[in-house]
Each structure stands twice: as structure tokens, then as C-alpha cells.
């Protein structure tokens, strides 16, 4: 896409978010290749984009917009250090830093900004209710590879191995996040979770129940239990149906209130996340993409699931909406006892909402531990490339260049007969093992 947009070499590029949802190190390979095109073409860029951290990474001068107008601006570091309108600052605050959450043992609450004061609290701890008891989710050697064939008698030639022998548990009250580029596997391994794709081999259990023994209702009534958000909020919702339909529609089908019960549902959960129970009778051709997400969100936390796969749930988010729905979501944490497996890029968000962290790199998970362990001493040198890539909130800290252009992740495609060795662990401390 900035290929297109360069051929012929204009002397204005405007960025709209052209990093939003890209994975930390793909993230960096586009500033950085920005950066170089400015130096090389002599560009002037105009880069729109809510993530603070890619603002101090890239920008010279800073304007903060709000509600259509122009509240703030000027040098990119006066914008950061010296800031005063009260939303520019409610901004900065809610900006999760990496490396921040050492003097804390549990979860945090991200600070809110108010739509008219601007940081309407101030971050709390979560209260540490995971329980001891055996673990609500156990996924043992999931394994999900997708053949590949080829010629006119489409003969097998190869496979693609997206998950391999992955194993975690997790318990009520807790949060795992699985972390890792994109095509590193965690969303194939929260999708054969969910049965959405059949694994390949492995033993997924929910509550003591083997989720892959299960008929077609048996998994209807365990999906009630289990909920998933999904990564593209365009794809999730029926463009044929009122969000509010949407919301209430699994409400309904699993015969869990009435109709007036679901509309009063409904209200509440849009006014939890950050709309209003109005836009109920809208279609989801009227949000934007960040708008459609909380919907995703609000349809999916209706059930009051026990565990909730979030796919990326809040990627696309602003700083301010994506603080309302993470503390939304650590509050029913709290109240409901709900396990989260999270699923995300953003290291810095990871590294506060998490109990625990998995890192995966080509299917396979190379660095598992408390997120203490994992952040304060990772080993892995995978571990230690995707923190290094993690823009740094503070223009003072910017750096030249973070991540090599080209240094992709590497293929998973495999030969049809290819064997692959048994992944074995070095154990760091209680808890936190790494590959070797």
C-alpha cells in the first residue's frame, strides 16, 4: 500500500493509521520505512493514528483533536512533557508503558478519560481471585496443521503447521495472554479451542469436559459457557440486523431472560462499553471499526461466559476506548470470576492485564510464565525481539531504527513427511519455562 502511494513520488503522504493492528515488530518496520522514504524522497507525511507510542516513535509536530476541533498542539515533545489541555493529558496517562507494572503483582486498572474532564480515575490493582482449584481450561499437545496439495491428482506435498503440541491451563478468575507476530499460530490456537477449526490431534478440556468427544449440541450448549471476540469486528456482525438484534440474539437462543430482559441487557451492555442505548435500532454499516468492536464485545460478554477468548479484542481501539473496555473487562473478571485467554500483539497492554504470559513463535510456545517472570527476565530470544520492538511513549527515548526491514517470520510450510521434533523446556523459576 505505501508502494502505491509513492509511485508517484508526491510530495504529501497522508497515514490513516497505517499501523493500527499490526503486530509491534511489523509496526516498527513500517515507521522505520517511513522514516527512510522521508529522508530519501524528502516526504512530508501527515500520520493519523490514536497510538501515543507511535506518535513519539515518528512525529515532529503533535495536534490532538477532540469532538472535531483542534484542542492542543506543538512540538511533539512539549506535547508529551509539558501537555495542558486536560484531555491531551488524560490521553498520555492512559497510555500503558512497558516495564511499568514492576512494582505491582496483579492486574491493573487503566486510568479513564472522561469525555469532558479527561482522567476521570486514577489506575487501581484488580484483586487476585484466580483460583487454585483445577483449572476450567486444559489444552494438552493441540496440534492443527493444514495440508497442502498440488497438481492435477492434487497430491499432498506439504503442510502448513500452524499449532504445534501447545499445552496451558487456565483457571477461573484468570487472564493467560498469548503473544506473538502475525502467523505465529495464537489465533489458529484459540480458534481450534473453539472447535471453529478441527485440530488436528491434541485434548482441549472445559470444566472436565473433552470439548473435541462433543456432538453439535453438546458444543452449542458449551459455547455458552465459552465465548469468543473476534479479531475483524466487519466479518463478525450480520449486516442485516440491528446491533441490538445482534447483542440480544445468543442472549435469546440460549434461553436466558425474555425479550424485555434481552432489550434491558442490551442497554446495558452499549452503555458499558462506551455507547449509548440508543444506537440499539442502528446497523453496523453506521460505526466505525472501533464502534463495531465494542459490539462485538458487548454481544459476547451478554452471556456471562466462564472463559472468553479475546482475539486482538482491542487492537483497533484509541487509548481511551480501549482503557474503558479492558477495565470493563477485568471488572466481570472480578464480579463473575471469568478466565481470559488474550490474544494479542500490544506487549505493554499484555504485560498489565496479564496473570500469565505465553509466548508463541511458529506455532509453538518457546516462553511460558507469571508475567512477573516473563517481562522482568525473559530468555528467549524471541521474548527479548518483541519487547525491544515496543514503541517507546517518550519522544526523548526515540530511537534510529528498531527493526530490521525483512527480518520476517520465518514460513511454517513444512514437506509432506516432515517430523517434527519434541519441543523440550528449561525451567527458569516456579512456573516460567522457556525452550530450548
Avoid: W
Wanted: glycine share 6%.
Amino acid at each position: 500500500m505505501i508502494a502505491m502511494a509513492l509511485a508517484s513520488k508526491p510530495k504529501l503522504l497522508i497515514a490513516d493509521e497505517p499501523t493500527t493492528a499490526l503486530d509491534v515488530t511489523i509496526q516498527g518496520q513500517i515507521l522505520d520505512l517511513i522514516k527512510m522514504l522521508q529522508d530519501e524522497e524528502g516526504t512530508s507525511v501527515l500520520f493519523i493514528t490514536h497510538d501515543m507510542g507511535v506518535v513519539a516513535e515518528i512525529a515532529d509536530r503533535t495536534v490532538v483533536m477532540y469532538r472535531g476541533e483542534q484542542v492542543e498542539t506543538g512540538a511533539t515533545a512539549d506535547i508529551f512533557h509539558r501537555g495542558q489541555h486536560p484531555y491531551t493529558r488524560a490521553l498520555l496517562s492512559a497510555v500503558p508503558v512497558l516495564g511499568s507494572m514492576q512494582n505491582y503483582q496483579r492486574p491493573l486498572r487503566f486510568p479513564v478519560v472522561d469525555n469532558v474532564t479527561g482522567l476521570s480515575d486514577t489506575p487501581a490493582e484488580v484483586g487476585d481471585t484466580v483460583s487454585r482449584e483445577r483449572p476450567i481450561l486444559e489444552v494438552k499437545n493441540l496440534t492443527k496443521r493444514f495440508a497442502i496439495h498440488s497438481g492435477l491428482l492434487s497430491r499432498l506435498v506439504g503442510r502448513v503447521h500452524a499449532v504445534e503440541n501447545v499445552s496451558f491451563d487456565l483457571h477461573a478468575g484468570e487472564t493467560l495472554s498469548l503473544v506473538g507476530e502475525s502467523g505465529c499460530g495464537k489465533s489458529t490456537t484459540g480458534r481450534a479451542i473453539m472447535r471453529l477449526i478441527e485440530p488436528t490431534s491434541g485434548s482441549v478440556t472445559v470444566e472436565g469436559r473433552d470439548v473435541l468427544a462433543l456432538d453439535k449440541r453438546e458444543m452449542r450448549e458449551m459455547r455458552k459457557s465459552v465465548q469468543m471476540i473476534f479479531q475483524d469486528p466487519y466479518a463478525s456482525l450480520n449486516p442485516r440486523m440491528t446491533v441490538g438484534q445482534a447483542i440480544a440474539e445468543p442472549y435469546l437462543e440460549h434461553k436466558m431472560g425474555t425479550a424485555k430482559q434481552a432489550k434491558n441487557v442490551v442497554a446495558d451492555m452499549l452503555r458499558k462499553v462506551g455507547l449509548t442505548p440508543d444506537m440499539a435500532g442502528r446497523y453496523p454499516h453506521e460505526f466505525s471499526g472501533g464502534q463495531r468492536q465494542r459490539i462485538c464485545i458487548a454481544r459476547a460478554l451478554a452471556l456471562e461466559p466462564k472463559v472468553i477468548v479475546a482475539d486482538e479484542s482491542v487492537s483497533a481501539l484509541d487509548v481511551s476506548v480501549k482503557a474503558q473496555v479492558i477495565n470493563l473487562m477485568l471488572d466481570l473478571q472480578q464480579s463473575l470470576n471469568l478466565a481470559f485467554l488474550f490474544i494479542s500483539h500490544d506487549m505493554a497492554v499484555v504485560e498489565r492485564v496479564s496473570h500469565r504470559v505465553a509466548v508463541m513463535y511458529l506455532g509453538e510456545i518457546v516462553e511460558i510464565g507469571p508475567r512477573a517472570s516473563v517481562f522482568g527476565n525473559p530468555q528467549h530470544d524471541y521474548t527479548k525481539k518483541l519487547m525491544a520492538a515496543v514503541p517507546v511513549p517518550d519522544p526523548d527515548r526515540r530511537r534510529d531504527k528498531r527493526v530490521p526491514i525483512g527480518d520476517e517470520l520465518k514460513s511454517p510450510i513444512r514437506a509432506a513427511d516432515h517430523v517434527q521434533p519434541i519441543r523440550k523446556y528449561r525451567t527458569i523459576s516456579d512456573g516460567h519455562l522457556v525452550a530450548v
